[in-house]
C-alpha cells in the first residue's frame, strides 16, 4: 500500500467530510468507524462521531430494525457536531441504504457492498426492485464492491474458512474508504496485531482484507472520488480521542485523586451508562472500587453506604434507574451525604429508546423524590467536558455534604472528539476535611459530637464511623438540627426543610457566574445545557458568518442556577431554549425569572443538528427585527 502522503498531490482537498458507515449490527460497523475515527485523530483532523445501536440485542439479520450505524465527521478546523447529513454513506446491506439513504445530502456518495444486494436481503429490507438498478441512486455517486467475495479471495491462502474470512469484510470497507479519503494506514494494521495478538490467523485475514479494499480504490478508477482532509490546527498538547463515558470515567477518578479519599462505585448494568462501570473496573491501581449489584437499588444503597464510610460515593444508571434510586438520594438528603448520582439520559419513557439519546429527566432529576429534598444538578456539554463536570459533581459533593446529580446523555456518551489531555497539575484541588474531635460541650460539661452542626455554609460535619469520641447516629428519621437525636415537632421539621433548601441554595455563591458566548448585545439570547451545546455552537457560528448576532448562554450548574442569570436574561429581549424535551428547563427558566422564554424541542431520539438550530434562530432574529 503507498503511504498517501506521497500521493497527496493527487487527490483533491475538502474542508471537511462526513461518513457514515451503515450495515447489520454483525457486519462491525461500530469497529469500522472507531477505526477511521482513530486514524482521523492521529492523523491530526478536528472530528466529532455519532454511533447508532439497533434497540434489539438480536434483531434479525438484514432487517431495519438491525442496522447498526456509526456517522463521523472529520474537518480541517474546529467543529462541535456529528454533520448535518452525511456526504457519504457506506451500505453493507439493502436494510442499511434504505435506513440510512434519507439522511444523505443530495449528490452525495454511495459506497455499497453489491454482493448483499441479492433477491433474500432485498425483501428482508422491503425492496421490492433492486435499488442498484431502478433508478433509487440517481443523483448520487455511487461505487459498487462484491466486498463479501473480494474479502474471500483475499483470505483464501490463508487457510481462513469462507465463513470466517466474509467476517472481515468490514475491513475491506474500511479499506476502501481510506484510500478514497487518504487515510493513513499504519494506525489499523497496527491496531489489528495489538488487537488479535495470538490469534495469527484473524490479524492476517483483516490484513488481506484491508489491504484488498485499500487496492480495490486504487485499481478500480476510482480517483476522481478521492478525496484529503488536512489536519487541523489544534492547541499544542498530547491528545486523545475519548467519548464521554470514558472521559467521565477518568474525571470520577481524577477528582478522587484531587480529594486525595477513594473512590467506590455502586452500579447496576444499563444501556448507555454502562460502560462507566466497564471503564473504572479497570483501575484498581487509582484505589477504585467497583460492585457489579444485583439491581438499581442496591447499587445506590452500597454507593451511599461508602459515602458514610469516608469514600467519594457513585451510582450510575439511566432513565428509568433514577426512578429506582429516588427513595435512597432522598435519604442521602436527609442524611446530608456526599453522593454523586450519573444519569446519562436516554429516550423514555420506560424502556423507550434505549440505545437513542434524549435529556428528559431535568424535572425528575429536580423533583423526582418523596418530600422537599433539593440538591445540587451538574450537566456536561461535550464528550470531553464530561471529564470536568464529573470533577465539579464531585466537589460539590464532598465540599457541601450533599448528594449530586450528574448528568450526560446517550450522544454523549458514545460519541467521541480529539481531547488534549489536562495538566494535572493545573487541576484544582477539592477540600475535604474530616471531623476529628467533638464540636459540643453538654449540659453536663461532657464534649460530645454533634452530626448537625453546621458551619457558616450550612454544612454539618463528616465523621468517619469508628473515629474516637465520634459516636454519631443518622437516619431517615427527621432529626433534631445539631445533636442529631429523632425529632417530631412540628417545628424542627420546618425548620430542617428550610435549612436543607436554603444550604442547596447557598451553593450558588460557590459556582462560578454564567458567561455569554457570542455577542452579549445581541436581542437574542440562546439558552442551552447538556450536549444541544455542539449543535448552538455550530449554529451560533453559521449566522454570525452571515452578518447575525446571537448571545448563548450554556448552563453547567442547573441546581441551583447561577446567581447573575436573571440579570443576564432580563437584558435580551427574547430568549429561546433549545432543549431534547418538550421544554423543561423552559419552564424552570420561566417560573424563576418570568422571562418569556421560547422552546424549540426535539424529541425524536437524534440530538439537534446545527442546520436545524440555525433556521429556528434566524426565525426568532427576523422575529424580534420585524417587530422594531
Known sequence: ???????????????????????DSGDGMQLTGDRFTSASALFGNDLATLPEFPAEIRAPAGTLAGVSSFQVHISDHDITTPGDAPTVLVAMNPAALKSDLRLLQPGGTVIVNSDAFNERNLAKAGYESDPLED??????????????????????DLGVKP????????????????????????????????????????????????????????????GASRLMVAPAALDPGTYTNINGNTALSWGLIAASQLAGIPLFLGSYPITPASDILHELARHKNFGVRTLQAEDEIAAVGAALG?????HIGVTTTSGPGMALKAETVGLAVSLELPLVVIDIQRGGPSTGLPTKTEAA?????????????????????SPSDCFF????????????????ILMSDGYLANSSEPWRIPDVEQLCSISIEFASKPNHVNDDGEAVFWPFRRDERLVRPWAIPGTPELMHRIGGIEKSDGSGNISYEPDNHQAMVRLRAERIALIAHHIPPVEVIGDPDADVAVVGWGSTWGAITGARRRLEAAGHRLAHIHLRHLNPLPANLG???????????????????????????????????????????????AEAFYSEIETVGAAR
Not at 140 to 152: E, I, W
Not at 185 to 200: H, L, M, N, Q
Not at 588 to 602: G, N, P, Q, W
Open 1 to 23: 500500500m503507498t503511504d498517501i502522503a506521497q500521493r497527496a498531490g493527487e487527490v483533491r482537498k475538502a474542508d471537511g467530510i462526513v461518513l457514515r458507515f451503515a450495515g
Open 135 to 156: 433508478g433509487t441512486l440517481d443523483g448520487y455517486t455511487v461505487v459498487t464492491a462484491p466486498m463479501t467475495d473480494l474479502t474471500k479471495r483475499a483470505c483464501q
Open 163 to 222: 465463513r470466517d474470512a466474509e467476517r472481515s469484510k468490514n475491513f475491506f470497507a474500511l479499506g476502501l474508504v481510506s484510500w478514497l479519503y487518504s487515510r493513513p494506514v499504519e494506525p489499523t494494521v497496527d491496531w489489528i496485531d495489538g488487537k488479535f495478538a495470538g490469534r495469527d490467523t484473524v490479524i492476517a485475514a483483516n490484513k488481506a482484507a484491508f489491504a484488498a479494499g485499500h487496492a480495490f480504490g486504487e485499481t478500480a478508477e476510482l
Open 306 to 310: 461508602a459515602a458514610y464510610g469516608g
Open 361 to 381: 429527566d431535568l424535572l425528575m432529576a429536580m423533583y423526582g423524590r418523596h418530600g422537599e429534598a433539593p440538591l445540587p444538578i451538574v450537566a456536561a456539554q
Open 389 to 404: 463536570a464529573a470533577i465539579e459533581a464531585v466537589r460539590i459533593a464532598v465540599e457541601h455534604r450533599t448528594p449530586v
Open 567 to 613: 440579570e443576564l436574561l432580563s437584558s435580551f429581549e427574547r430568549v429561546v431554549v433549545p432543549e431534547m424535551n418538550m421544554g423543561q428547563l423552559c419552564r424552570m427558566l420561566r417560573a424563576e425569572y418570568l422571562v418569556d422564554a421560547k422552546s424549540v424541542t426535539k424529541v425524536s431520539g437524534q440530538p439537534f443538528t446545527a442546520a436545524e438550530l
